[in-house]
């Protein structure tokens, strides 16, 4: 294999010609840990990089264009320059739509009033106004509202200001998009399945302390920790989903994407069911606690309870228990008293069995 394809795979955000030899692969593979070691890097800090490489480029491009104002265009990326695609389009076009406004409104109206504190004012007025009605957002407001003031104090010592307001705007605006699009593209899977595993494990911790609790013999001091643990487990798990849309968006217009864009789909389902075991979690606990204070639970009452929640422990595990999956976990003993809803002592286990039930259904389904 040709020496220029091995220096291509180095870098995992070219693509790879196909048909490379499994010799060539083997050469490079104790080239494994520097590979990753350079991804790492290259990841955590392609914010740094593409600014630094986006000024110097739209600089550069500013002057050849013959701007005598070179230093907006590097401005522009910095300030359109985002962690997604997505968000470094819309800051873009939101930049270059924003300094358009400003510059229009401030070549007409300050012919008509000059430059006084009060016609500053009045021209921001009307071109964040305008901004506003038109539902452009506060991006564009603070582009009108900064462009009519900076064309307006650099417009009589420079004539061409305005119009390289303008021109540099759309250089830097459209360097950082390409930057973004075709060198590091934003990628943040990686994250997202980390908080993932994260929150498996944070749900799993909690059915296990459920579970021992009930073993226990139900101390008062772990029922305040479960309590506790549901609103800290819906905070996680709000954490978690977010993650997951931003990973999501930062794969969009991503070119190379294909393989992540799998992961996220798949975690998408996983994020599903995460879901529902908080919801169900925080349910059935609270039942519990309310079985508990109600001094009705037998000690047979809590060991069932607490092997049942073993097993919903087992599915969210990360070892080698929660790869089984739901298959491992059987149905709710059948051989539980079935009696009235109004019969006290029961009542609480029929609330559970029919919860733990409805949860079990959704686990066998996914």
């Known amino acids: 294999m040709a020496q220029g394809t091995h220096a291509l795979r180095l870098f995992p955000f070219f693509p790879v010609q196909e048909g490379y030899s499994k010799r060539g692969e083997m050469e490079w593979k104790g080239c494994t840990p520097l590979k990753n ?18 000024c110097a480029l739209s600089w550069e491009i500013g002057s050849l264009v013959g701007s005598k104002h070179p230093y907006l265009a590097p401005l522009a990326v910095i300030l359109c320059l985002q962690i997604t695609v997505v968000k470094t389009l819309r800051h873009a076009l939101q930049r270059i739509l924003g300094s358009v406004i400003g510059v229009l409104l401030t070549a007409y109206v300050a012919q008509l009033f000059g430059m006084h504190g009060w016609s500053i004012g009045l021209m921001i007025l009307i071109g964040t106004g305008v901004a506003k009605a038109l539902k452009l957002g506060n991006q ?46 934003p990628n943040l899977t990686e994250q997202a399945t980390t908080a993932l595993v994260e ?24 029922a305040e920790q479960i309590k506790s643990e549901s609103q800290k487990l819906l905070d996680t798990l709000h954490r978690t989903e977010k993650q997951h849309d931003t990973a999501a968006k930062s794969l969009k217009y991503n070119p190379l994407s294909k393989k992540s864009q799998a992961d996220v789909q798949q975690s998408k389902q996983d994020l599903e069911l995460l879901q529902q075991g908080v919801v169900h979690y ?51 003993d059948a051989s539980l008293p079935a009696l009235a809803p109004e019969a006290e002592p029961y009542k609480y286990s029929m609330v559970l069995q029919q919860d733990a039930a409805q949860f079990l259904r959704k686990l066998h389904k996914s």
Not at 203 to 219: I, M, R, T, V
């Open 37 to 54: 070691k350079l991804k790492t890097f290259l990841s955590q800090n392609s914010i740094v990089c593409k600014n630094a490489l986006g």
């Open 140 to 185: 564009v407001i603070h582009q009108v509202a900064l462009t009519t003031v900076l064309v307006l104090t650099f417009e009589n010592k420079s004539p061409q200001y305005a119009f390289d307001r303008i021109w540099e705007s759309v250089i830097g605006a459209a360097v950082a998009v390409l930057l973004n699009l075709l060198v590091l593209p």
């Open 199 to 222: 929150m498996k494990s944070r749900l799993s911790d909690a059915f296990y302390q459920a579970a021992s609790w009930l073993e226990k013999g139900l101390p008062a001091p772990a």
């Open 282 to 332: 925080s349910t059935m606990t609270h039942t519990l606690l309310d079985w508990a204070s109600s001094g009705l639970m037998t000690r047979q009452d809590q060991r069932l309870w607490a092997e049942q929640f073993h097993r919903f422990a087992e599915v969210f595990s990360p070892g080698e228990a929660g790869k089984a999956g739901a298959e491992g976990v059987p149905r709710i």
